[in-house]
């Protein structure tokens, strides 16, 4: 769960050396552990439940940031899958945000068009019909706007890189409507359904 509560990339500081073995080595023996009744199904797992589907803090996190309230022996592997996936989509839009409002600027000071409360898909859309006005949903930019842009891809072929901004559509394309509008849904649907079968339990069965 340690790698899950990390962004793509990102480092994780411990204090001494000794910490960052004994880490690597809980992480390396927890996920052989996990992946075991898969890898190997004659061999079984010394890993209990709890062990499999602990609540760390950046589950917490993922969780709150949804607005899911949760406890935590109400946690289940399909809550952690879900707020997994959402996570890596927050992921995403997070590793894209800095050029993509970068990106916003540029389309204010070659087209006119001022990007200021765009979100993220949308600016990545604008970007998408410099060079491919007929691909892929266009609602999100005006046809106006579309024709500006379009007019001046002579301007933009300076700057961007136009097969880079098509994968940069994509992902964005694929984390906020794919997956998470439909993961999002399904998180507070679990999370429902955790909380029901908690209450119908009684705290007493549950511990």
């Known amino acids: 769960m340690i790698m899950n509560c990390r962004f793509p990339e990102q480092k994780i500081a411990v204090g001494k050396l000794e910490y960052k073995r ?14 075991m009744p898969s890898l190997l199904p004659q061999e079984k797992s010394q890993l209990t439940e709890a062990d499999c589907l602990p609540m760390s803090l950046g589950l917490h996190y993922v969780l709150q940031h949804y607005d899911c309230d949760v406890k935590t022996d109400m946690v289940n592997e399909q809550i952690v899958a879900t707020a997994c996936a959402l996570f890596q989509c927050d992921s995403v839009e997070k590793k894209y945000s800095g050029a993509l409002r970068c990106a ?37 930019v005006s046809e106006d706007d579309v024709s500006r842009l379009v007019a001046h891809a002579y301007i933009y072929d300076v700057h961007m890189n136009k097969d880079s901004c098509l994968r940069v559509y994509k992902d964005m394309v694929e984390a906020h409507e794919v997956i998470k509008t439909s993961k999002k849904e399904l998180l507070e649907s679990l999370v429902e359904l955790a909380n029901e079968t908690y209450e119908a339990e009684g705290p007493e069965k549950n511990v």
């Open 104 to 140: 916003g600027d540029l389309i204010k000071d070659v087209s006119g068009i001022n990007c200021k409360g765009w979100t993220l898909l949308k600016i990545a859309t604008a970007l998408k019909m410099i060079w491919w006005p007929e691909f892929g949903d266009s609602c999100e």
């Open 22 to 35: 004994i880490i690597e080595e809980r992480l390396v023996m927890w996920g052989i552990q996990h992946c």
